[in-house]
């Protein structure tokens, strides 16, 4: 059987995330491999539930902690019902933020204590950990005037304020340069082609050519 990749992609708004993990889902099917796309909070029924409930309202509707629980009881049913038997059966799975995400968001930018997160992470997560993550960098003020121009966005963090977000990206950075083996820093900064040939280089690299 095919071996089971997780790949999760990272960074602030507007980043470019989505756009690009699409492009690469099908690059990586073109060589005949099943791909499951899913994204967090949410990626399964449940999990999708409390996304409503994370996303929508005021920014200060939930406090830090409260979010990252909800992050974790989202995570785990993702992990347990999507994720896990998907890699166990040789897919390879993208997914649009994961542990990272709270994190830099609930930890770095929100203030939550990285004790807590960390011992959610080891007791929610177990073996699960992604073989790669894409971190999108770019400079706060073009993430979120791209994230402002699309449409349909839940706007809740988005509305947190400029030094919200250059924790945010920092937070990111620092997972970065603290986990090398299994983040790679992306640009985002250029067009769709640029970022895209980024993306494709670094999977090539740490899991096609050396994986
Ligand atoms: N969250 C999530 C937490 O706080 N803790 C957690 O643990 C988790 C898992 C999710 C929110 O939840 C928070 C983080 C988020 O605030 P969401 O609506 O899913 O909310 O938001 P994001 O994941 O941030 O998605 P965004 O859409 O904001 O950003 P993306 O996916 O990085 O960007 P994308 O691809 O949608 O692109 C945004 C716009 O820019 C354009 C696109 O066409 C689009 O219009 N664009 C470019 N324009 C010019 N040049 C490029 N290279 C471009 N790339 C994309």
Do not use: N
Not at 140 to 167: D, I, N, T, W, Y
């Amino acid at each position: 059987m095919a071996q089971g990749r997780f790949i999760t992609f990272e960074g602030g708004e507007g980043a470019g995330k989505s756009t690009q993990l699409k492009r690469l889902a099908a690059r990586l099917e073109v060589g005949g491999r099943e791909v499951v796309a899913t994204r967090e909070p949410g990626g399964s029924p449940g999990a999708e539930s409390i996304r409503e409930l994370v996303l929508k309202g005021a920014a200060d509707r939930w406090s830090p902690v409260t979010e990252t629980l909800l992050m974790y009881a989202a995570r785990r049913d993702h992990v347990e019902r999507v994720i896990r038997p998907a890699v166990g059966r040789g897919a390879w799975v993208v997914c649009d933020r994961f542990a990272d995400s709270t994190r830099a968001y609930q930890g770095a930018a929100g203030g939550t204590d990285p004790g807590l997160i960390a011992a959610l992470e080891t007791f929610t997560l177990e073996e699960t950990r992604p073989d790669l993550t894409l971190i999108f960098d770019l400079p706060v003020h073009v993430g979120l005037e791209r994230a402002h121009a699309r449409a349909g966005s839940e706007m809740r963090f988005e509305s947190k304020g400029q030094a919200f977000h250059e924790r945010l990206r920092e937070g990111f950075l620092a997972i970065a340069r603290g986990e090398p083996q299994r983040c790679a820093v992306i640009d985002a900064t250029g067009s769709l082609e640029e970022v895209e040939a980024r993306v494709w280089t670094a999977v090539e690299d740490r899991l096609l050519v050396h994986g």
